[in-house]
């Protein structure tokens, strides 16, 4: 993530995190401490990857030590919309995560939602309203290597601590450096770790993988797992008068890996980086669908713009696009009252496109473009978002704010009609979708998590009937999951589901090995509740994230110590017996970067035998080290 001019505080709720990048300190010695995190982030140029140029789009020219990754920012919840009526949350009371005035500045907007029929006040660049800064958001603190699902680790400061700072940290920013307009990524959804894990494999995990099978998946172990560069894509220029933009949502197909850019989604040969098209857009996309069709169609909410200081612009197209052809497909809007909607999220399921917003929800036919429903307007409730995949899922709000509830509905994809519901406990105000078949959902339940994931409990929920099947404790010092349950909806990570498993990911801990640190991938059964007794071991210095669902193998992608690469494995759903699909090249050159693409704040995606990571914003600080966009590994 890009640094503010302003050194701000420390980020609350995490102590120091241990650099991987750096060797481990030999006894007796004091701990190396993380390296500052620079006053300007870097923009364009970069290191020497040790692969000569070639044909593929953007191949680095000079070696560079490009800057740590950021770490996942707090979780300011966005502050209700007034009103008393439909698209009209009430006005909560000051207190835990609702300041009376959100803190502007630097991926902190300054406003409230406008009245019923008026569009809210666009946050940051790219991202509308008041949003969570979750995974892939662009934030002021920038420290080295996070530990998955807690960026450092170490100590978690209260709910009320987190708001102050985040406060002083923008009113830092406004000081330092005026308004900043930025923007948020999403986490990859069911293939990234971020968004991993929901996912349950198949076409839809937008992987390009294949359902597989119960014993196993189609991602096979090369005869040497061994990987090497195959493209780089430089950063783009962000437009004069912004400084950040988001750049998120990536796909594979096939034949294509396709990529966000500034106003702009690209199509690149999957192994040469050769560009095969590019989709130009009126404005910069503000979220991305996590779910592909079979016929690889997606779709994206964008800005109808190029936001200026003086006109942010609202996330109020929603359009589909064809990841083979490279076409826009069609472009809409939905209004409430007289004005367009800003839309929070947008997912997929069957040839349903469903978006979300705090004004309601409506959807469109992927093919024709035609609207299926649009958001209700005769009562009290309204449709935050949805989940898609197998099934669509939509978390409804009703009742005023202190009287909340939320209704998990599983609806019909066509017409919108409900088929099952399940009312969560008065008091619950947020929740995000995990999976859609199973259906998991993922809440945390009276701020009780502590640690800024957005999870303390996960409800294992019956699609047919609408009744709680269990309830799964996921205290946040014990677990590594997150999820952005405020806006997102669907974007969760450190997780995957899939056999009726939920597989997730525990915090780092410490090893009896050289290096000190790991963890563990643990199962639990979606139907008891209680763990299965499976574990898969990261081993000595890594640390293992789920990010999606192979048949009934969980891939998982495990970050290496100071000086090895990163790997991909495939975990046995039965025996939990790993096994190693690629390991990245343990040069330091290569190591920089991939560091900086770790999946706490970046799209990661595997499908036969190649590895795509790449970044969700693109900044316009000055430096001399090379930014990238996307890097890609595959083996032979």
Known sequence: MTQPPQQPPQQPGFGPPQDPSQPPAQPGQQPAQPAQPPQQPPAPGGPDLGKAPGPGYGYPQAPQSPPAAPAAPPTP????PQGPGYGYPQQPPAGYGYPQQPPAGYGYPGQQPGPYGQPQQPGPYGQPGYGQPGYGYPQATMPMQPQVGQPGGGRKFNAQLIIIVAAVVAIALIVGGGVWYASSGKDDGRNTSADSGGGTGGKDAKNGGGEGGASGGEEKAPADPGSEVLFQV?????????????????????????????????????????????????????EASDHVTEDNRTAIVHKPAMPTKTDPQSCTQVTAIDLESGKQLWSRTAKSGTMPISFGNVTLSGSTVAAGSTSGGAAWEIGSGEQLWAPKTSDTCYDAGYGG???????????????????????????????????????????????????VVASDVGDSAGDGSGISDFFSIDN????????????????????????????????????????????????????????????????????????????????????????????????????????IVSIDGGSFKQTTLMENPATESVREVETRMLPEYAEILFSQGRLYMSGVYASDFSSSDKEYLVIAFGTG
């Not at 919840?77 to 209700?80: E, G, I, M, R």
């Open 77 to 80: 919840p966005p502050a209700a």
């Open 234 to 286: 430089p950063a783009p220029k962000v437009p004069k008068g912004s400084t950040t933009v988001v750049t998120s949502g990536s796909w594979v197909t096939d034949t294509v890996y396709a990529k966000s850019g500034i106003a702009e989604i690209v199509g690149y040969d999957r192994d040469k980086g050769t560009e095969q098209w590019t989709i130009d857009l009126p404005g910069p996309v503000c």
């Open 389 to 439: 995949g197998e099934k669509l899922v939509a978390v409804r709000k009703c009742g005023s704010y202190d009287q909340r509830q939320l209704h998990i509905q599983t609806i019909d994809p066509k017409s919108g009609k409900v088929i099952t519901e399940y009312k969560m406990d008065e008091g619950i105000e947020y929740a995000g979708i995990v999976s859609t078949d199973p259906l």
């Open 464 to 567: 047919k009937t609408g009744k709680l099947r269990t309830r799964i404790s996921a205290p946040g010092e014990e677990f590594a999951a997150r999820c952005d349950t405020i806006t997102k909806i669907e974007q969760c990570s450190g997780l995957a589901v899939g056999d009726d498993r939920l597989y997730i990911a525990t915090e780092e801990g410490e090893s009896a090995g050289e290096y000190g640190r790991t963890n563990e991938i643990v199962a639990f059964d979606l139907a008891t509740g209680k763990e299965t007794g499976q574990r898969a071991d990261a081993g000595d210095g890594y640390v293992l994230t789920p990010l999606r669902m192979d048949g009934g193998n969980v891939l998982a992608y495990k970050r290496p110590p100071y000086d090895k690469g990163g790997q």
